[in-house]
C-alpha cells in the first residue's frame, strides 16, 4: 500500500467521491485508499473520474481494459472463502435502519487500527463509546426461514468471545451480553476460551432467543425483548446490538460451479467426498478453506496444506521443472567499517501509529550516534517497504539495519532477506518490538508508550552496532519420512507421501492398522467407515513406497531436520530407520467412565460400544423400548477442560440409527450443549423432528442413574434429571444408558513426546507450533503432527489434517537440503573445565564431553544445536556463547536502557 497524496479534513467524509464509492482507512494522518465500489459513477455511468484527476501518483486509470490470460495447469485449487450472511434479508434485525445496530463484521472493523476510528469503538450514530453492548448468536445460521441457513456456521460463538474480550480490553467498565442457544466452543481450548470470558466483569451469557422491539429516538439506543427462566420475558436497553452474522456460500459459487465443472452441495458450498474431503466431484480439482463449508482458521490452513499434498500427488513428476533458484548479490565485507545504521519505524497500519508518535522516534533515531539514516513506514513489512530498506542499504552504504516494528518471530525472516538483497550479511538486522512490546500494552498512554518505543529503539541500536556477521550452513536431507500411528490419518498422510515418490515407514503399536475407526462404522453422513478402512489398509499394503511395521515399539530417536534416525523394536526385531520427517499421528482413546454405574451393569455402554452393538445387530438394544445417552461424560470438568468435540454428533448418528431399526423407540439425550457444528446441525434437526427429545442439564446437577423397577415391575435403569424448562425433576424408565464418553490422549503420548521432544499441550494432546499459522507442525523442525493426537476431531477432518501434515512434511522433503541458522553455541576450551553443566541442560543432545591433555572439554555439534542458549546459562566460567546473542552484544543493549541515551 502506497501513501495516498491526498489530505482530507474529516476522516468520515470522503467528498472527493460523490457517490461514497472510495473507501479510505486512517493511519493517523495518512489515508489509504483500498478500494473503489461497484456504486462508483464511473463504473456506472461512465462520469465524474475526479479522483483519477486528483491522483498524484497515478494510482487510478480508468483506461484499463479487461484482459483475457490463458495459462495451463495440471491441477487447481479452488478457495474463493465465503461471504457473510446480510441481516438485511428478512428486515427482521433493523440493520441498516437502525444507526447502533451492526453485524459482527462491522464490529470487527471498529476494533482494527485501520478501521474507521482507529481501533476505537464508538457508535455510529453520535461516535460515543457504547458501554452496554449486546451480541445476538445465529443471525443467518440454525435457522429454517426464508433468507436463513440451516447450517451451524461453526465459528461464530467463539469470534463473538473475542470481541467480547476485546471489547472489555477497550472499556474495563463495558458491560456485554451473549444471547445464545447453545455455546458451541468445540474446538482446541475453546472451552477455556470460554470460561475466560464467562467469567469477565459484566459480562452475561444468555441462553435465549431475542426480538429487536424497537430503536429509542431520543438516543439511537435499542430495545431487545427475551425470556429467561428466572425472570421471563422482559426488555432491556443497549447502547449497540452487534449480529453475530454467519458464513454464506460466496455470491458467484453457482456461476464458479459453471465454470469448473464441479457440484455444489445443497447449502450451495463445495460438494466433496467426506472420506476425501478435499477433491471435488472433478478429478484434479480440489477445495480448500470455507468454500469447503463453515471452519475455523486452523482448518483452513491445513486443508490449504492438504490441498497442495493432493496436487503434489498428481503433478509429482513436475516437482522442480519450473523453479529458478534465487540469486543474491555478493556480500560486502564491512569488517573494517564503522557502523552506518538504518533506522526504519513502522506505523504498522494504526496497530503502533496511534499510539506512538512515530515521526517523534524517528526524529529521535537520527540523533543516536551511528545512525546515518531513519525514516517511517506505513507496513515495513510489505513488498514495497522492504525493496525500500534495499536501495537505502545500497544507496547509503549501511552496513547495520534496525526495524522498529512487531515481533521478530513473524517478520524478521523478511527482513534478513532485504539485509542479503542490499548486498550486507543478514544477521546485521536487529528489530525492536515496539507494537506487543509497547503499542499494545500502554494503548492508553501514548506519550510514555513513545518514550518506551524510544528506549527500545536506543537498546535495539547498541546491540545492532556489536553484531557479527555469521553464515547459515546447509544439511542435506534424508528423503524418506516416517509416520507414527497406523490409523486413518496416519494411513492417509503416508500414501500421500509416498505417492510422491518418498519411502515412507509406518510405525503401529497394535497388531492391526486402523486405530480408532475399526470401533466405527458409519458416519452421520451414512458413510460406510469399515469399507473404506477395508480399502484404506490394502492401499498401504500393496503401496511398494510403504513399509509397515506392525505391535512395533520405538525405542530411540536421534538427529534432527533432514536427517532422523529411529530405533524401533518390531515383529522385524529391531530396525534402524533413517528418515528426513517425521509424522505424529498416534490417536487417541475413550474415556472408561467411572460414573453412571459403567462397568456395574451391562445395559450401561459408552457411545462406540453401543455403535458396536447396534453393528452386529443386537437385538436387545435395537428392540428396546428406550433408551437414554448422556453427554460430556469425562470431560468439560475440573480434570478434563475441554470439549471432546465429536461426542454430539455420535450421540445424533446412534440416535438417529435407532430411529431407522425401531422407529417406536424412546429416546432421551441429556446435554449440556449440543455442538453439532456445521452441517451436522441439519441431522440434530433431523433427530428432533423423529422426537428424539433433548434435556439440558447443567453441571453443577447432573443426572443420577440408578437401578430400579418400572411400575410393572420390569427392571429399568432410573435416570433422573433436572428439566430446566420445566423447573424440576424429570425421572425416565430406560433399558439401555449410553455414556458419551470423553475422547483422551493415548497411553503413549507422553513417551513419544520425550523421544521426538515435543510438547504436550495442557489437555495432554500434541501442542503444535501455532494454533492458526503452523496447526501441523512442531517448534521442533522437520517433526509434523495430525489426527487425534492433535485434538478429537470427526473423520473427515483428520483426513484433511493427515493431507496437510504430509503436505508440510513435503515441503521439506522435496528439497536436497536445509538451510540451518548461524546463531548457534561455540566452546572456548580454554576456559572449559568440563564440568558437565552444559551436556545436562542441552535438551537436543548437542554438547558432549571428550578427553584432552588439559582434562575434559565440552564440543558442541554445530548441526544439532538448536541456538536455545540454556548451556551458556548455566556455565560457570563463560565458555560457552550463543553468537548472535553475545555477552558483549546484551552487556551493550542493557546499558543502553539504564543510560540517558
Request: hydrophobic share 35%; aromatic share 8%; net charge negative.
Amino acid at each position: 500500500m502506497e501513501y495516498c497524496p491526498v489530505k482530507y479534513p474529516d476522516p468520515f467524509n470522503q467528498d472527493i467521491s460523490k457517490n461514497k464509492a472510495i473507501h479510505i482507512y486512517f493511519a493517523q494522518a495518512i489515508p489509504l485508499i483500498t478500494y473503489i465500489d461497484e456504486s462508483c459513477l464511473y463504473l456506472k455511468e461512465k462520469k465524474c473520474r475526479i479522483c483519477e484527476a486528483v491522483c498524484e501518483k497515478d494510482a487510478i486509470d480508468f483506461t484499463q481494459t479487461p484482459e483475457r490470460v490463458d495459462i495451463k495447469v495440471g491441477a487447481i485449487i479452488l478457495a474463493p472463502g465465503f461471504e457473510s450472511f446480510d441481516p438485511k434479508v428478512g428486515n427482521k434485525y433493523g440493520y441498516g435502519k437502525m444507526a447502533n445496530v451492526v453485524t459482527s463484521m462491522d464490529y470487527e472493523r471498529l476494533l482494527s487500527s485501520t478501521g474507521p476510528f482507529e481501533g476505537e469503538i464508538r457508535r455510529a450514530s453520535d461516535l460515543k463509546h457504547p458501554r452496554k453492548v449486546a451480541w445476538i448468536q445465529c443471525v443467518g445460521s440454525r435457522q429454517v426461514i426464508p433468507g436463513g441457513k440451516s447450517y451451524c456456521s461453526a465459528v461464530c460463538c467463539t469470534y463473538t468471545q473475542k470481541q467480547v474480550i476485546l471489547t472489555k480490553d477497550h472499556d474495563a467498565e463495558a458491560e456485554c451480553a451473549i444471547f445464545h442457544n447453545d455455546v458451541r466452543s468445540y474446538g482446541k481450548d475453546f472451552e477455556r476460551f470460554y470460561q475466560r470470558t464467562e467469567k469477565l466483569r459484566g459480562i452475561r451469557f444468555i441462553r435465549s432467543y431475542v426480538t429487536i422491539v424497537k430503536e429509542v429516538p431520543e438516543t439511537k439506543n435499542i430495545i431487545l425483548k427475551y425470556t429467561t427462566p428466572d425472570e421471563g420475558t422482559k426488555e432491556e436497553e443497549f447502547d449497540m446490538v452487534v449480529l453475530s452474522v454467519g458464513l454464506n456460500p460466496p455470491a458467484d459459487a453457482h456461476e464458479l460451479a459453471n465454470q469448473f465443472g464441479i457440484e455444489l452441495s445443497p447449502h450451495g458450498f463445495c460438494q466433496t467426498n467426506p472420506f476425501d474431503p478435499m477433491e471435488t466431484t472433478r478429478r484434479g480439482i480440489f477445495v480448500s478453506g470455507a468454500f469447503h463449508g463453515p471452519m475455523d482458521i486452523p482448518e483452513s490452513v491445513f486443508t490449504a496444506n492438504g490441498a497442495s499434498s493432493q496436487c503434489g500427488e498428481l503433478l509429482g513428476y513436475r516437482r522442480g521443472k519450473l523453479t529458478t533458484e534465487r540469486i543474491y548479490p555478493p556480500e560486502r565485507d564491512v569488517s573494517q567499517e564503522e557502523p552506518r545504521v538504518g533506522v526504519f519505524v513502522c506505523h504498522c497500519g494504526a496497530n503502533i501509529g496511534r499510539v506512538v508518535d512515530v515521526p517523534s522516534a524517528v526524529e529521535y533515531s537520527l540523533s543516536l550516534p551511528y545512525v546515518v539514516h531513519a525514516q517511517e513506514q506505513l507496513f515495513s513489512c510489505s513488498t514495497e517497504s522492504t525493496n525500500q530498506i534495499m536501495d537505502v542499504i545500497k544507496e547509503k552504504g549501511l552496513n547495520r539495519v534496525v526495524v522498529a516494528a512487531c515481533t521478530p518471530k513473524t517478520h524478521e525472516p523478511t527482513f534478513r532477506y532485504s539485509l542479503r538483497e542490499g548486498g550486507i550479511n543478514q544477521y546485521f538486522f536487529d528489530m525492536a518490538n515496539i507494537r506487543e512490546h509497547c503499542s499494545w500494552v500502554h494503548s492508553k498512554e501514548k506519550e510514555k508508550a513513545t518514550q518506551k518505543s524510544k528506549d527500545i529503539i536506543r537498546m535495539s541500536l547498541a546491540r545492532a552496532c556489536h553484531l557479527e556477521p555469521l553464515q547459515d550452513f546447509d544439511l542435506p536431507v534424508d528423503k524418506a519420512a516416517l509416520v507414527v500411528g497406523g490409523g486413518v490419518a496416519g494411513m492417509t498422510c503416508a500414501l500421500s507421501i509416498a505417492n510422491q515418490g518418498h519411502e515412507v515407514h509406518l510405525v503401529e503399536k497394535e497388531r492391526d492398522l486402523g486405530g480408532i475407526a475399526r470401533k466405527i462404522h458409519h458416519t452421520l453422513e451414512g458413510m460406510d467407515v469399515q469399507a473404506y478402512l477395508r480399502d484404506l489398509i490394502k492401499k498401504v499394503y500393496q503401496h511398494p513406497q510403504v513399509h509397515v511395521y506392525t505391535e512395533a515399539t520405538i525405542t530411540e530417536v536421534t538427529g534432527y531436520v533432514g536427517n532422523f534416525v529411529t530405533w524401533v523394536t518390531s515383529e522385524r526385531g529391531v530396525t534402524e530407520i533413517k528418515h528426513g520427517a517425521a509424522v505424529i499421528a498416534i490417536g487417541a482413546e475413550v474415556h472408561q467412565p467411572a460414573e453412571y454405574l459403567y462397568g456395574e451393569d451391562d445395559r450401561i455402554m459408552t457411545h462406540l460400544e453401543l455403535e458396536e452393538r447396534l453393528a452386529k445387530g443386537d437385538e436387545k438394544v435395537i428392540n428396546a423400548g428406550s433408551l437414554v445417552m448422556i453427554q460430556c461424560v469425562g470431560c468439560r470438568n475440573e480434570e478434563r477442560n475441554y470439549c471432546s468435540r465429536i461426542c454430539c454428533g455420535e450421540s445424533i448418528k446412534n440416535a438417529l440409527k435407532l430411529k431407522e431399526l425401531n422407529p417406536g423407540m424412546d429416546i432421551y439425550i441429556l446435554f449440556r450443549d449440543m455442538r453439532t457444528y456445521g452441517y451436522s446441525e441439519d441431522h440434530y434437526r433431523e433427530a428432533a423432528g423423529k422426537e428424539v427429545k433433548f434435556i439440558r442439564y447443567e453441571p453443577q446437577d447432573k443426572p443420577q442413574v440408578e437401578a430400579g423397577e418400572s411400575e410393572e415391575g420390569q427392571p429399568v435403569l432410573k435416570v433422573t434429571v433436572t428439566d430446566d424448562i420445566l423447573g424440576s425433576k424429570v425421572e425416565i424408565d430406560a433399558d439401555f444408558v449410553a455414556l458419551a464418553a470423553a475422547t483422551i490422549p493415548t497411553a503413549g503420548s507422553k513417551e513419544i513426546s520425550k523421544l521426538f521432544k515435543v510438547p504436550l499441550g495442557a489437555d495432554g494432546f500434541f501442542q503444535e507450533a501455532h494454533v492458526k499459522l503452523r496447526p501441523v507442525e512442531f517448534g521442533t523442525d522437520g517433526i509434523y503432527l495430525c489426527g487425534i493426537a492433535h485434538y478429537p476431531k470427526h473423520l473427515s477432518e483428520a483426513i484433511s489434517q493427515a493431507y496437510g501434515a504430509a503436505g508440510r512434511a513435503l515441503t521439506l522433503l522435496s528439497h536436497d537440503t536445509v538451510i540451518a541458522s548461524g546463531s548457534i553455541c561455540e566452546v572456548d576450551e580454554k576456559k572449559c573445565m568440563g564440568c558437565g553443566a552444559c551436556v545436562e541442560a542441552c535438551t537436543y543432545g548437542a554438547i558432549e564431553l571428550y578427553e584432552t591433555r588439559q582434562g575434559k572439554k565440552a564440543k558442541m555439534n554445530p548441526i544439532l544445536c538448536k541456538g536455545d542458549g540454556l548451556c551458556n546459562t548455566k556455565c560457570p566460567t563463560g565458555a560457552i556463547q550463543l553468537k548472535h546473542y553475545e555477552d558483549e552484544q546484551l552487556i551493550a543493549q542493557i546499558d543502553a536502557a539504564i543510560g540517558d541515551g
